[in-house]
């Protein structure tokens, strides 16, 4: 992992990273006097244009003592493309753009590729991060592609709880693995939202196998998260990172 | 409406009440130097055992700044009781028990007129609670027969927040009538409730006409409401009462 030189944005210490061919931001709270918990944020794809809200995200987990980061997604911003996973995600838009549901195959073969890749990547940017002196652990995921959230938390023994965001189509696969996350989960769910389907996250939340976990469903659609759902998200992560 | 002499609670100032032959509890703030809202508190029946909950709620909201008021259901505690609620409230009991789903038939007969009877009821308590020097409103509805708490949201214009506990059965008219609810709601749904249909306690939060609706889902059965969701629902009420 490289790191860039420190920005100082008032209360936030910003660099960018690059892990592999893999761009990246680190959040750390400025006044921060001891090691840090770490906040995984994730996104749909494309940290240029995700990168105002992915600070504006940043900036409340630094108030609350945490250091935060994100990572491109494979094939997606200013990364090198992959041919197959565009191809999925073109058909994928085009069912939902044409009002039907996308079929299982294409959803495996967009997301499943996905995750695996990121999955690797993400653990391995912990794994570097975890070696800073400002950063201590624990670490939470929160947000981003769903399913992806979902083999970090099932997997890496690092992570303490998981902010989800029930708001992309889930393979089946995916669905089992959730009976197999332990840690603490929050789930968000916009509630009409259009390019995801209600029942498969209801599915999502019942099968994961945590023992503390809460559904928040707002009215609206995928961008329309509502304010005071963030808030209760992040007072979630607070709850168990401290 | 008779008030009893005040009881000082530290913080809290408590009078028994009775309308007609209900008798119930209106807690205030003692520290409020101006008329304060009005929390509406629900409860499944017999207050003299739920006392000790109510009282815990009502300091909760005092702290914020709110009144609250309680009044015992038609035909439980020390009421007299309505053979025919007794009957439907056994009838569905026991087919709970047995794992059966209550008839559509029981349910009506026993939530309709509890609700029919108790939202008069709860009405006139409010027009002769706002008469007092110390509260102003707005009101809220909190808790309690969920179908009781769509019904007063749905009829009552000077309720302004309605949150409810998604823990009983919903009478199919009930579901319709919620439709009619316009101000912002928060519902609550313990997952595992034993005592309660999840899909219903969905369609219900689906039908509500309220612009802004949050469901909020925890893990566990009836009374293992957990202590953050308690604080979430206090906080939903907070955002709309001041």
Known sequence: MDLSPETRLDTLIERDLTLGDAPGI?????????????????????????????????????????ASVTLELPGTGARARIVALDEARAELRA??????????????????????????EWRALVDALLELPGIGGPVAVSGGIVSLGVRLAATDPRIVAASLFAGSWVPAAILEEA????????????????????????????ALGST??????????????PSFAGDDAARFLARHLT
């Open 26 to 66: 680190l959040w750390t709270p400025a006044l921060a006097d001891s090691p840090t918990p770490l906040i995984l944020l994730g996104h749909p794809g494309d940290i240029g244009r995700m990168r105002p809200r992915l600070e504006a995200r940043a900036r409340a987990a630094a108030a609350q003592g945490f």
């Open 95 to 120: 069912a939902v753009l044409a009002g039907e549901r996308p079929t299982e195959d294409v959803v495996d073969r967009l997301i499943l590729p996905l995750v695996d890749q990121a999955a690797a």
């Open 179 to 206: 009976r197999t996350v332990t840690v603490p989960a929050h789930v968000l769910l916009q509630w009409d939202d259009e390019g995801n389907d209600r029942q498969q996250a209801l599915d999502l939340f019942d």
């Open 212 to 225: 503390e976990k809460t559904l928040q469903a707002n009215l609206g659609g995928h961008t329309g998260v």
